[in-house]
Structure formats: C-alpha cells, structure tokens
C-alpha cells in the first residue's frame, strides 16, 4: 500500500488534512468520503529511495491514458465562443449531480480535434489525481485565465461550484455579446471605405493615364488639379521617377496591414502600450466608447469576483489585470493601495477621474450598504446599455462623413478630368472658325 497526503472538507466546509494508506488515489478518496470529507487535494507521499509499489503501479497507467489522448501543437488561445459553450455546459452537468471527472469526460469526449479537447485531457488527468479542478485549469492558460480558475477556486472553497459557472458563463457571454456588437458596428464603413479605396485605386492606375496620353496628343495645358492627379496617378502606377521601385499602388493596399502590425509593436511594450491607451480616451467619439466599454468591463468582472466570493484585494488585482486599458489599470493599482491601507474604494476612484461621478457615486452607496457586488453589476448593466448608444451614435456620425469624403474625392477626380477637355472642346472649336 501507498500513503497519501489528503486535504479535505468536512460537512460545515472547514478545511481537513491528514494522510491515509490505500492502493491508489481512487481508492484514497473513496476511503476519505467514506468518513464525511470532500476531498479537495490528494497527492502520494515519496518514500526516500525511491521503490515504493503504489509509484511503481500508477506509472504505467499513467502513460497509458497520456498516449491515448496525444498531443496538440497550436497557436494563440481558445477561442471565447467555445470557452463559454465549455462553461454553459459544465454547469448544467455539475447542476444535475454528475460527479466533476465524469462531467469533465463527457466535454472532452463531445469536444473537436483542437487545443480545447488537449487542455480538458489534462484537466481529466489531474482531477482524477486528486488535483482540484482550480489547479488543473491553472496550468492551461490558454484556456482558463486568472479570472476563470480564481472563481472555479472560489466555488470550490465555498461548496457552490455549479452556481459559480453559471455567473461565469453569464459574464462570458455579457462580454461576448459587448464584442460582438461593437465589431458588427464597425463591419459596414470598414467594406465601404476598403471598396471605395480600391475603386479610387483602380482609377489612378488604369483610367487616368488614359486621359494622360489625350491631353498629351492635344497639347493642352492643364489646370493645377490636373497636375495633381496626373503625378499622383504617376506615383500609383509606380512612374513617378526612375527612382521609384515601387508602386504607389502596393503601398495603399498594404498600408493597413503594416498599420496593424506597428500598432501591435507598440502595444508590445510599456509605454507605448500605455501611450495608446491614453491617446484612444481622448479620441472624440470613439474615446467615449472606449470609456464606456472599459468601465462595463472592470464593474462587471469586480462585481462577479465578489458575488462568488473572492477577496476584495485579490478581486481587485484580477480586474486590474483584466482590464485591458493602462489608465483604468493604473486606477485600480490606486484603489487596491488605498483599500489595503484601510480607505473606502470609492475615494481614489473619484481622484482618478477615470469614471463619471455617478460611477464613483453608485460604488460609494455600494460600500456603505454592504451591496458592492450588486452595485457593480448594475452599473455594468447601465453602461452595456450606453455602449449600443455610443456605437449608433458612431454609425450615425460616420455615414455621412464617408458619403462627404467620398463624394468630395469622386467630385475631385471628376473636376480634373473634365477641366482640360472643356479647354479642348474650346481649342477645337476655335480652329474651326
């Protein structure tokens, strides 16, 4: 027999330790609820020297399910739609009564070829070690990040797992549904301004040096507009210079792309992270909506930290780290600050100026009535509500402002062009008389 080394809890959740002997970790824990605990850890004790025959027995097991499984090799994290399908459906099995290992099997088994269906092996693997479900998830980041393992640790401790993941799924999908508008509002001018970019393009490289060579054979003289097209059209086409390598035209085309990736650079870095952080706040318009959304974030992701009952400071940390904007990080790193040295939340809250007063206001009546959970999801209600607001209100405004531009551009290109014919027309017409 091996000797195991068990933490547990007894029927009123105080936290139990001790050791007992059995063949393997399975038959430890059902000794161990055989005498009223829950066992929450259960590792086997080495014995110096190393030839102990419980080890000796699990190993090959072990290596067993692991070739069973296999492996998966992939880039980036788990997609959140599948994390909060995952989330949806664990918490309905853990709310029927199935025991967490054979919930956990039945998602892995039902799961994809994919990163998600290898993460859920292991967790299998280390729940049915003795792991708690906090720890396996801990060592997959790529799945379950420091918000999700510290609420599963939460529901653990106080006994309320499957009412846990259902306000983690809740909260998921709260966020998902945030994501998913905004980028649905930002769909249609994207279309158009690429569509329109590409036409305006076109024309330069193939249209414009058409009328170039009419107005050559003419030999009319061309008014300033005309010029400016005509160089610019040059510059498209990549005939600007001899100098010129490439093309006007590679050059828009991949404009956004490398955009996109200096941007990502710089976000890699500390101050130019906290650089663009700052910056996008005071974009009119679009500052508001990043306010908005960041505040219905860190309210709503605090509020379900302390519903679920973790630590006020630890709760803080976790949602400044979540936060995803260096000033409400900064903000928050002040209110940790002043709670642990004894001051309210709210005050260093209002001299950020982060938040609008009745933010900051809302929190301090959440205080001062012991509801801050409640509050804070309130607040992250109200301010979902306002963000569909500030992104019709950003429709609204860029509708006419890509019709102005465009029209101007189309009127502009109009104008260049007909301006020299105008003056052909009137040559021609003169050597006629």
Same mark, same amino acid.
């Given at each position: 027999? =091996?000797? @195991? ?11 139990? &330790? ?24 259960? $590792?086997?004790?080495? %014995? ?12 090959? $097991? ?55 269906? !290898? ?14 479900? !906090? ?44 994501? $998913?508008? %905004? ?31 009419? @107005?050559?054979?003419?030999?009319? &003289? ?9 160089? =610019? ?59 908005? +959304?960041?505040? =219905?974030?860190?309210? $709503? ?5 302390? +519903? ?11 949602? &400044? ?11 928050? =790193?002040?209110?940790?600050?002043? %709670? ?12 950020? &100026? ?20 409640? /509050?804070? /999801? ?44 105008? +003056? /052909? ?9």
């Amino acid at each position: 027999m =091996a000797t @195991f080394a068990y933490e547990a809890m007894n029927s009123s959740g105080k936290p139990q &330790k001790g050791t007992i002997e059995a063949d393997t970790s399975e038959d430890a824990m059902k000794k161990i609820r055989a005498q009223g605990f829950f066992p929450t850890s259960i $590792r086997e004790q080495k %014995i110096k020297g190393g030839a102990g025959g419980g080890a000796g027995g699990a190993a090959p $097991r072990e290596v067993k399910k692991k070739k069973g499984r296999g492996m998966t090799i992939a880039i980036g994290r788990v997609p959140l739609k599948r994390m909060t399908l995952f989330t949806r459906q664990l918490s309905t099995l853990q709310d029927a009564g199935l025991p967490l290992l054979r919930s956990l099997q039945i998602l892995e088994q039902q799961q994809r070829p994919g990163l998600l269906k !290898s993460i859920l092996g292991g967790v299998c693997e280390d729940v049915e070690g003795g792991t708690t479900l !906090s720890d396996a998830m801990a060592k997959h980041p790529k799945a379950f990040d420091r918000l999700y393992v510290k609420m599963v640790n939460a529901g653990e401790i106080g006994g309320v797992l499957d009412v846990i993941l259902q306000r983690l799924a809740d909260f998921m999908e709260k966020g998902q549904r945030l994501r $998913r508008r %905004i980028k649905g509002a930002l769909i249609y001018p994207t279309v158009v301004i690429t569509i329109a970019i590409l036409i305006v393009t076109g024309i330069m490289y193939y249209v414009i040096p058409k009328f170039q060579e009419i @107005f050559n054979d003419f030999d009319v &003289k061309l008014p300033s507009l005309t010029i400016f097209l005509v160089t =610019a059209s040059k510059w498209v086409a990549g005939q600007s210079s001899k100098d010129q390598t490439i093309p006007g035209a590679i050059w828009i085309i991949s404009a956004p792309i490398l955009i996109f990736i200096f941007f990502k650079l710089i976000r890699k870095t500390g101050f130019g992270r906290a650089w663009t952080d700052i910056l996008l706040l005071k974009i009119p318009v679009i500052g508001g909506l990043v306010k908005k +959304s960041s505040i =219905a974030r860190f309210t $709503r992701t605090l509020g379900t930290l302390i +519903s679920a009952g973790v630590p006020i400071l630890e709760a803080i940390n976790i949602t &400044k780290d979540t936060s995803g904007n260096y000033v409400f990080e900064r903000a928050l =790193a002040k209110v940790h600050d002043s %709670i642990r040295e004894g001051d309210t939340f709210a005050n260093p809250l209002r001299e950020s &100026k982060v938040c609008d007063s009745i933010v900051v206001n809302m929190i301090d009546v959440g205080e001062e009535t012991g509801d801050l959970d409640v /509050m804070l /999801m309130k607040i992250a209600d109200n301010y979902d509500e306002e963000v569909d607001v500030a992104v019709a209100s950003l429709l609204s405004l860029l509708e006419p402002f890509m019709v102005v531009i465009l029209g101007g551009i189309v009127g502009a290109i109009v104008l260049a062009l007909f301006l020299p014919l105008v +003056s /052909m027309i009137e040559s021609v017409a003169g050597q006629k008389t």
